[in-house]
């Protein structure tokens, strides 16, 4: 599966965990965890791009990270 970024805050107003996946339009995920979100995302990033293949969308990329030493 293609490693995509999550970004995971803790949200007052749901009283939960959210893991957004900004490269992935509207996929986001919550959980009552930090790791039950990001299982959760996962699952979701799944069904994003299994549901893009089937109605032939574009998958964007992912972007990645550029980290120096």
Do not use: H
């Not at 749901?14 to 959760?40: H, K, M, S, W």
């Amino acid at each position: 599966m293609p490693k995509y970024e999550v970004i995971i805050y803790w949200s007052q107003e749901d009283q939960a965990f959210i893991a957004e996946v900004p490269e992935l339009p509207g996929c986001a995920a919550d959980g009552e965890t930090y790791r039950d979100a990001l299982a959760n995302a996962e699952i979701v990033v799944r069904e994003w791009l299994e549901t893009a293949r089937e109605l032939g969308r574009p998958i964007p990329a992912p972007k990645g990270r550029l980290v120096f030493a």
